[in-house]
């Protein structure tokens, strides 16, 4: 047989894939409890209305559907996704839009627009991987900055900065961050704007929870207080719609976008017709901010079970989490804990319960790592609970 090592690019050969997504190949039994992805509940999928809505559309406009389309997205799509942006003021003059085939492209197509190899991108430490992957292909260097409770903290970040002033790129997820759930306060999304006019960096805002809160107050985002074009917004319709219909979109000035678009036309050609038409009529015809309510109302619930369960069933004063005020995820440590978070987590899978340590989102993932993600969006309520109270049995043994 071939050996693909001898023909793999230099820049794919030390990619590892998402523990996450090869998790899911070992949770084919369907009596593990996932706490591992990052699903958004399928119970509230619109399915009757859409499956209508894809009927209707392939009877009378099959040639619009089945067809090419334009590469930077259906009109009418554009101005749907500019409406859920100009809801958060992050559409300003000046700006263009690209619908993505979900916000991973938007991402990993920004990343390539910009970074030359051996380039530095500031990210938050730890951050999503999907992100991660995407900008390591590019072989640039990651720069991580370190995090607290209210999300990457601005002296640690200015410390990055004036290390790495030819850093070109920052990468954050200021709200309900993936994967600790957290949320940067405002005064810190200013003071990293003020950060990066100063050294010059251009920073990909990514935002596809923002819609999800269920506690607290808003929070401007990033893009709203930029007037200098210096934030690329990226938006999503996984978490408020469907995942699987693949759709998301990047806001920015207009000479940045019109390049993201030659990319993209070399990646994909165009985003899916059918489901950007499917979601053109699903907005037409009904109120998604009533469906987004429906949703954040049940992540509420979710949340609220999984921190009760925890509390109940995590040994005292043993671990610390974050108490996310939206989003779908929480971000427990283990202080002190200094052995393998893998024996952990293949304790948990012997209890059929999974969740996905933290290595899996740092910046160097061959580190060790005390520290773990909690997903409480995907599975129903009794399972949340019967997952913390398995997994708090391995914890009480463990620790
Ligand atoms: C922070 C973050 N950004 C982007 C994405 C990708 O979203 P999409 O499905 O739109 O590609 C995810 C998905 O989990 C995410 O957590």
Known sequence: MIDYNDFFADRVKPMKGSAIREMFKRMADPEIISLAGGNPASELFPGDELSKIAGKILMTSPTLALQYGTTDGYPKMKDCARARAEKVNSYRDGDAIIIMTGANQGIDLTAKCILNKGDKIIVESPSFIGSLNAFRTYECQLVGVDMDNDGMRMD?????????????????????????????????????????????????????????RFSGEDVPTIKSLDTEGRVIYCGSFSKILSPGMRLGYIVGPAALLEKIEILKQVNDVHTPMLTQLMCVEFMKKYNIDDYIEKNRALYGKKCKAMLDTMEECFPKGKLEWTVPEGGIFLWCTIPGFEGDMNDIVNKCLEKKVAIVPGSNFAIDQSLPSNQFRLNYSSVPIEKIVEGVKRLGEVLTEVL
């Open 156 to 212: 640690k970040l200015e410390e990055a900065l004036k290390a790495n002033p030819d850093a070109k790129l920052l990468y954050t997820i200021p709200t309900f961050q993936n994967p600790t759930g957290t949320t940067m306060p405002l005064e810190r999304r200013k003071r990293l704007l003020e950060l990066c006019k100063e050294y010059n960096v251009l920073i990909i805002e990514d935002n596809p929870y923002g819609d999800l």
